[in-house]
Antibody, heavy 120, light 108 residues
Framework: QLQLQESGPGLVKPSETLSLTCTVSGGSISSSNYYWGWIRQPPGKGLEWIGSIYYSGSTYYNPSLKSRVTLSVDTSKNQFSLKLTSVTAADTAVYYC????????????WGQGTLVTVSS | DIQMTQSPSSLSASVGDRVTITCQASQDISFGLNWYQQKAPKAPKLLIYNASDLESGVPSRFSGSGSGTHFTFTISSLQPEDIATYYCQQYHNLPPITFGQGTRLEIK
């Protein structure tokens, strides 16, 4: 059974870089059938897609965040990562990693989510 | 970007009721729409993909329909465990993937 687990600091200072890693177990991140992505949800609000990455390293980002976001993948560790630079309080959210279908872009498997708070 | 407008933003219904949520896209997205259920404080769960295909293991009381710009999500007979927030998500024109603002469903 596929499992995804987010990890990283729960508190980041304003203007610094948020870094999270998603570890995939029970399946290979190198599958040609899927992308891997990040979604966030500010407290009490809706879902915002951040970006997605293929095992080859191909990426696509939300244009609203593109200038601050970098996704990377480490197939040897079955992990992919998110870096979000110059964070502000508006970046406080629960961050989810997820698997995305390649042909039909659904998000069919999610991590449990991790709350990241931006505060000094 | 394609904007997704869900309605209503919240609704209250009784056990056994038929419940309908709509999602309107700002432009034609063909069948490129998925529906999710989110029970706080958990991650969303995929229910319907490709507008009307039921994800494996999801009860048949959940269904989806529509194409183009207008989509409908239906629970045929509301159960207590269906208390959740429901989101639509479009994938026709990427990036970005965009979600509706959510519909909070409560039991009367």
């Amino acid at each position: 059974q596929l499992q995804l687990q987010e990890s990283g600091p729960g508190l980041v200072k304003p203007s610094e870089t948020l870094s999270l890693t998603c570890t995939v177990s029970g399946g290979s991140i190198s599958s040609s059938n899927y992308y891997w992505g990040w979604i966030r949800q500010p407290p009490g609000k809706g879902l915002e897609w951040i970006g997605s990455i293929y095992y080859s390293g191909s990426t696509y980002y939300n244009p609203s965040l593109k200038s601050r976001v970098t996704l990377s993948v480490d197939t040897s560790k079955n992990q992919f990562s998110l870096k979000l630079t110059s964070v502000t309080a508006a970046d406080t959210a629960v961050y989810y990693c997820a698997r995305l279908g390649f042909t039909v872009t659904y998000l069919d498997s999610w991590g449990q989510g991790t709350l990241v708070t931006v505060s000094s | 970007d394609i904007q997704m407008t869900q309605s209503p933003s919240s609704l209250s219904a009784s056990v056994g009721d038929r419940v309908t949520i709509t999602c309107q896209a700002s432009q034609d997205i063909s069948f490129g729409l998925n529906w999710y259920q989110q029970k706080a404080p958990k991650a969303p769960k995929l229910l319907i993909y490709n507008a009307s295909d039921l994800e494996s293991g999801v009860p048949s009381r959940f269904s989806g329909s529509g194409s183009g710009t207008h989509f409908t999500f239906t629970i045929s007979s509301l159960q207590p465990e269906d208390i959740a927030t429901y989101y639509c998500q479009q994938y026709h024109n990427l990036p970005p993937i965009t979600f509706g603002q959510g519909t909070r469903l409560e039991i009367k």
